[in-house]
Every structure is written in C-alpha cells, then in structure tokens.
C-alpha cells in the first residue's frame, strides 16, 4: 500500500481550493481560508459550549512542535515552545480565528509505502500485527452534524477497540489526524480519553506528553510530521509499526507493545481507525 502527494509546488489558493474538494458544503466556492476556516467554526462551537481553547491548542502545537524535533523524517523540525504557540505575533498570526499559524499543520510532499500480508514475512523491518480496525462515516450536510461531537469519529474507534478486543488502557500511544490543534482536542474526546468538554485535562495533567498515560502524536503529529494528505493514513501506520518495533530511534517509546491510529477526511466525515500489536 503505498501513498504520495505533492503539494508545494502549487500556490496557496491552488491547494486551497483542491483541499475544499473534500467538503460536501463548501466544493467548488471561493474561501480566504480553507480548511481553516471550517476547522476555525469547530473551534467557536467548542468555545461557545465549552469556554475558550487558544492556551490550550497553543499546548497541543507546542507539544506537537517538540516531538518532531526528534523525528528525522518531520517537515518542521523546531521547539517553538509553549508561549510562541500561544501568542499572536508578525511570525505568528491567526490564520482563521482563533486558529493561529501553529494551530495549523503545513502543506507538505510526501510519501510512505507499508506491505500487507496475512501472515509475518521475511523483510527489512520487523512485521506488526492488525488487530483491529473501524471505518464509519458522518453526514455531509454540516447542519447534520453536531460540530464539537464528530461522532463518526467516535463510532469508527470503538469499532477498531472492539475488533481488537481492548481498552483505552491495553493502549501505549496513539496517532491521530491532527490537521488542527482543534482536531486533536476533539479526538481526545472522541476516543474516550476524557469527557467532553474536558480535554483540556489530557493537556494540563500531561497525559497526552511523550512520557503520560497515552503518549499522543510522538512523531510530531500531522502539525510537524506534515501533512501530504494522500500519504498522510500510511504514513501513521508505518511510524506506529516503527515504535512497535523498536526502530523508531530518538522518538522511540520504552518498549511499547499496541498502538492506534486514527485518520479521516473532510471535518470528520470519513473516519478510519487501526489498531496495531508487536509480535
């Protein structure tokens, strides 16, 4: 399974209006903002129901921004720190309130490849085993949805839990489609880590940091890894079967043993989740 995209050679509203492609309600229409903007209107319904998130989204890129100083093959390689991501500046600005430049994740090239097969086969890599998985999707019409819930979200993860026959807790880490710093407050709701409204709690308890309960994003997440959107699915796949196999190097975990993945398309639309052992 391999997968590739190229995206840097093309200008802004190039990318812009191919990435909208993906959304049901705004295809084809003209946006200042992209995919930012509708990420943007998740976050003010989160902040009308919930309170205000710019600290801690500042958190999450921050986090994000740190893990993937130590992944060799992460698009944006610098510690930016908790205050810059925090703040509003020239080097930082809102791109669609109250997403910031950090709270977004960069037009990226890249590619990843992994090899299926119904039983362990000889190869450069150690295998890893598919446990379970869960696909679900959402309504397209907006209006269908609850913008905080991402319910289809939250199916296709208990879908993949099920399938495995494990917890939250049989978990060591996981990667989740971070697009927004938004959307990965969201999927800390979405899979059980907290309740909702309360995710900022993963945060601020350091539950979701490299050495928490449930490391999130070791890689660096989309937010730093990039984001190559036709790679993006195996790419995760391929650094969880990376730290399952102990070769992950300086972002390597202490021995961990099941990992889930969690991608999806449009704003929570289609939602896939894996669920990956060592053997």
Known sequence: MIGAEKMTHAGADVVGAGLLGADYDMAGKPSTTGFTGLFAEVA??????????????????????RNGVDNPYAQLRKDLGVEFCQTVSDKNPMVADPLRRTDCSPVSDGAAAV???VSPTGGATAPVRLAGFGQANDFFPAERRDPTAFAATRASWQRAMAMAGVGLADLDFAEVHDCFTIAELLMYEAIGLTEPGQGATAVKEGWVFKDG??????????????????????????????????????????????????NMGGVGIANYVSVLEAL
Do not use: C, F, W
């Open 213 to 262: 309960k449930l490391p999130i994003n070791v890689s660096g997440g989309l937010k730093a890894k990039g984001h190559p959107v036709g790679a993006t699915g195996v790419s995760q796949h391929v650094i969880a079967a990376m730290q399952l196999t102990g070769t992950a190097g300086d972002m390597q975990l202490p021995a961990p043993r099941r990992a889930a993945v969690q």
């Open 115 to 117: 090899v299926l097969s």
């Open 44 to 65: 003010k319904h989160y902040e009308k129901r919930y309170g205000p998130v710019p600290d801690v989204l500042g958190s999450i890129a921050a986090k994000n921004h």
